[in-house]
C-alpha cells in the first residue's frame, strides 16, 4: 500500500472534490504511480483529519475521472490509464506531416461511389420522404437490409429485432443507456476499445476488467468476477479483438454463454473488425439468443461517414433501445440508412469489403517485411497489429518517441481497463495512412525507433 497523504488545497468547495482534485494532481505530476494502491478509506481519512464518508466520496469522484479503480476485497488503486488519454480522436489541428499508425481508418478511398448512389435513390423513390421523421427504430426496408447484414456476421434475426442506428458507438451509447442504469457493472477484457472506457465513464457504468490471455477473455476469471460483483453484461469483440487481434475460440464462447444463463447478464457484442478475417467462428450470443445484444456495424466495412449500424437484440429489448434512439437523435438518418440498404441489397457492400480486405492484406504482407525481427500478431487481412515490445520500452514511451518523428502509434495503455498491468505492447494500424509508401515510412520509423532506447 502507498504511503500517501494528499496536500490538499483549501477553498471553498466541498472536502470530497478538493482530495480528488488533490489526488488528480498528483498522477499528473506523477506522484502516484498507475498501478499502485491507495490507503484504505480509514487510514487516509485519519491522516488527513476527514471522515470517512468524505474520503469515500473523493475516492468515488476520482474513479470517475479515471483516475482511480476500486476490487472488492482488494482496495483501491491507481488506474493504468490514469496518466494517459484515452481518446483515440485529438480536438487539435492535424499535424502537418504526421503519419498516422494509430486510428485505424476504413480504407476510405476504397468507399462506394456516393454520388452515383444518390442518383440511383432519386430515380427509386421520392427522396424528400426520407427527410422527415419516422420510426426510431428504423424504417421497415432498412430493418430487413439489417438484418441481411447481421447474416454476414453469422447472425440470424427477423427484421421486428433490429433497431438502426448512427454507428456503432451510437449503438453502444443506446445499449448502455437503454439497458443499463449508472452504477451498473459490465465485464469487458482487461484490454479493450478505448470508446467504451469513456462512454461508460460519461453514462456511470463502472467497468470490471476481466483477464484475458492469447486466445481471449478467460471465463474462470469472467466467473470470478459474477462472484465478486454483480455483473449485469459482458462486453466482447470476439471475432478480431481490438487491440490484441485474437480471436475467440469455440470452447470459450461455449462457456461464456453458459456463465450468461448462470449469473443472469447480457452478451454485448460489437464485431467490428470481424468482416475483415473470413472463415468466422458463430457468435456468443447465438448460443443464448435471448440474451444477445449483436452490433453489426458499416463504418469499417463500407464507409464511416454513413454513420450506420445495424443492433439485434431480443424483443423484450427492442423498446428500451428504440427509446434511447429517440432520447438521443430521435432516428439515424433515414437518407444515410437508405444509401447503405441499397448497397447491402444490390452486393456493393459485399464488393466493398472484399477490396478493402485485399488491400489491407498487401499492407499486412508490406508490415511483415518491415518489422521482421519484432514479435507481433494480427490477421492477414486485418486492419491493425498488436506489436510487442522489447524492455525497456512501454507502450507510452514509444507513442511519444515516434510522435516526436512524425509517426501516430497508440500504446497499450490507452486499451487498459481500471487497475491492470499495461503489457509492452502498441496497437499499429495498417489502413491510417492514404498510401502503401506512407505506411512504409512509418513502419521504418517505429522499426528504428525501436531500435534504440526510450
Known amino acids: 500500500m502507498t504511503i500517501y497523504a494528499p496536500v490538499m488545497v483549501r477553498g471553498d468547495g466541498p472536502l470530497y472534490k478538493e ?67 484515452t481518446s483515440l480522436v485529438s480536438f487539435e489541428p492535424c499535424v502537418p506531416g504526421m503519419i ?11 468507399d462506394p461511389d456516393v454520388a452515383d448512389g444518390f442518383r440511383r435513390i432519386a430515380r427509386r423513390r421520392d427522396p424528400s420522404s426520407l ?12 430493418r430487413k437490409a439489417g438484418a441481411l447484414w447481421a447474416e454476414r456476421f453469422g447472425v440470424g434475426a427477423d427484421p421486428s429485432d433490429v433497431v438502426v442506428c448512427a454507428g456503432s458507438q451510437h449503438a453502444l451509447t443506446c445499449v448502455l443507456s437503454g439497458l443499463f442504469r449508472p452504477g451498473d457493472r459490465l465485464a469487458v477484457d482487461a484490454l479493450t476499445y478505448p470508446g467504451m472506457k469513456t462512454l461508460a465513464a460519461m453514462l456511470g457504468i463502472r467497468l470490471v476488467p476481466v483477464p484475458m490471455d492469447d486466445r481471449g477473455m478467460i471465463p474462470d476469471g469472467l466467473d470470478a468476477a459474477c462472484r465478486r460483483d454483480d455483473i449485469r453484461g459482458v462486453y466482447l469483440m470476439p471475432g478480431v479483438h481490438n487491440p490484441t487481434t485474437v480471436t475467440l475460440p469455440e470452447g470459450r464462447r461455449e462457456e461464456i454463454a ?16 470481424d468482416l475483415t478475417d473470413p472463415g468466422r467462428i458463430e457468435p456468443v450470443g447465438n448460443r443464448a439468443p435471448h ?5 453489426a456495424g ?81 490477421k492477414a487481412s486485418g486492419f491493425y497489429l ?6 525497456p520500452w512501454t507502450g ?54 525501436l531500435a534504440g532506447t526510450p
Not at 464518508?53 to 470517475?64: D, F, I, L, P
Open 19 to 85: 482530495l480528488a482534485d488533490a489526488i488528480e494532481r498528483d498522477v499528473a505530476a506523477g506522484n502516484l504511480r498507475p498501478g499502485e494502491r491507495l490507503p484504505t478509506h480509514r487510514d487516509l481519512a485519519d491522516a488527513l483529519g476527514l471522515n470517512v464518508s468524505t474520503v469515500t466520496r473523493a475516492y468515488r469522484e476520482a474513479g470517475k475521472r479515471g483516475l482511480v479503480s476500486g476490487t472488492v476485497g482488494r482496495g483501491t488503486f491507481v488506474s493504468s490509464d490514469a496518466a494517459t488519454s
Open 291 to 295: 440474451r444477445r445484444v449483436y452490433i
Open 298 to 378: 458499416m463504418s469499417k466495412s463500407l464507409a464511416a461517414g454513413l454513420r450506420v449500424a445495424f443492433v439485434v437484440a431480443p424483443t423484450p429489448l427492442i423498446k428500451p433501445l428504440a427509446q434511447a434512439v429517440l432520447n438521443t437523435i430521435w432516428m439515424a438518418p433515414p437518407l444515410n440508412v437508405e444509401l447503405t440498404a441499397m448497397w447491402i441489397n444490390d452486393g456493393t457492400a459485399d464488393r466493398v469489403v472484399e477490396a478493402k480486405r485485399a488491400e489491407a492484406a498487401r499492407r499486412y504482407m508490406l508490415a511483415c517485411d518491415l518489422l521482421d525481427g519484432l514479435r507481433f500478431r494480427g
Open 396 to 449: 507510452n514511451a514509444l507513442e511519444r518517441a515516434c510522435a516526436a518523428r512524425g509517426v501516430n502509434v497508440f500504446g497499450a495503455e490507452k486499451f487498459v481497463v481500471g487497475e491492470s498491468p499495461a503489457p509492452r505492447a502498441v496497437r499499429i494500424s495498417l489502413t491510417g495512412t492514404e498510401s502503401q509508401e506512407q505506411l512504409r515510412q512509418g513502419l521504418l520509423v517505429l522499426r528504428d525507433t
Open 386 to 391: 498488436w506489436c510487442e515490445l522489447p524492455e
Open 258 to 273: 453458459r456463465l450468461a444463463d448462470r449469473h443472469d447478464f447480457l452478451i454485448i457484442e460489437d464485431d467490428a473488425y
Open 100 to 110: 498516422e499508425l494509430g486510428l485505424v481508418s476504413p480504407l476510405d478511398h476504397l
Open 131 to 142: 427527410l422527415r421523421y419516422s420510426d426510431p427504430r428504423g424504417q421497415a426496408e432498412h
